[in-house]
Each structure stands twice: as C-alpha cells, then as structure tokens.
C-alpha cells in the first residue's frame, strides 16, 4: 500500500509522475516490517544498528523504503550502518548463516519462509519497536498499521514482536474486464 500510494499520488520513486490505469481490488494481507538478527547479538533496538552490517532489501524495493524510514525515525541513515547490502530475503538469511551480516529488514507476512528456514539452523530474535517509533512513523506515512507478530510465529521465538506492517494490496489494470475480476477475487477470497 506504500509503494501504491506513491504511484497514484507521484511521490517518492515517482516522482516524474502519478501512474494510473488500475484499480485497487482488495486488501490482502499485513506485510509486517521484521528486523530480524542472531540470537545472541548485542543488537535490541533499530539505534543499535548503527555500525553494524545490515541488509536493507533489494535495491529499490518496498523493503528498502521501509528500512530507511525506520531507520530515520531513529536518528540513522544508512550512511550510518557500518556496512549496506541489498539483498533479497533468501539471501539475507543465507548471509546472516555465514555470519556475513548482523541484521536484515524483512518485509512480508509472518512468518516468512526465509526467516523460519533460518530459525531452524541458528537462534534469531525479531526486534520490537517501542512506542516513540511506532507513533511517529504512523503519524507520518498513512500507509502504516500497527501489527503484533505473535510468540511462536518462528521456531524459537518465545516473545510476541510489536512493529508496524503495511498492506499488499491486489491491483487490476482498468482493461481487465469486470467478470475476471470478480472471478479472481472470489477464488482469492474463497480459499484463503
């Protein structure tokens, strides 16, 4: 929903212009913003990451959006961290198993198949967000929603995780006809 409000409205990658030609169909689900890092690592807050090895999301994507954003409302910018890689979930967790990074932002649902691959093979920690962050980014970008990822979602996770997520919504081009449409959705919603 972050990314869709910034095409429609031209902002932040679209700047050179709004795009148009679709339509919201649904709301799906949460894409919570997960920070995830090694068990035992002296990291317990996004201020924390400041000199560390962080992977912030492919270039260009949502995720990297997110992570600055948190990041920033922390004081920080990637400038600060000691080391930036844009990698994908997948190898974000392969990296944090060969020890090459010490944290990475992760953002889909919970739980995330490369985060709970990882759990199994080495004990990590999903990082809360206190209250300062969560209210000041959901006073600043209207696509955020306060979600909780609940204790258990991962192996070993004893403890529920409060962070913010945003919405994935389901687009269709306008010269999709309706009956595809409501065909697509009722599927969607029937087996969901």
Known sequence: ?????DAS????????????????IAGLYTEACQI????????????????????????DSGVTRNAEQLLLSNG????????????????????????????????????TTAVTELA???????LSLDERTIGQLLSLYDCYTECVIPANTYPGQTEATQTIGVK???L???????????????ILFTNA
């Open 120 to 126: 199994k093979t080495q004990d990590i920690r999903l």
């Open 1 to 5: 929903s972050d990314t869709l409000q």
């Open 172 to 186: 269709a081009s306008d010269t999709l006809d309706a009956d595809t449409v409501q065909q697509i959705t009722e």
């Open 76 to 111: 920080l910018t990637f400038d600060m961290l000691g080391e930036v890689k844009r990698l994908s979930f997948a190898d974000s967790a392969a990296a944090m198993e060969n020890g090459e990074i010490d944290a990475f932002f992760c953002n889909a649902s919970a739980p």
């Open 9 to 24: 409205q031209g902002a932040g990658d679209f700047a050179s212009g709004a795009l148009g030609g679709y339509s919201a």
């Open 168 to 170: 994935a919504v389901l």
């Open 36 to 59: 995830v890092v090694a068990g035992d690592s002296d990291i317990n807050s996004i201020a924390d990451l400041a000199g560390k090895r962080v992977s912030v999301g492919e270039e």
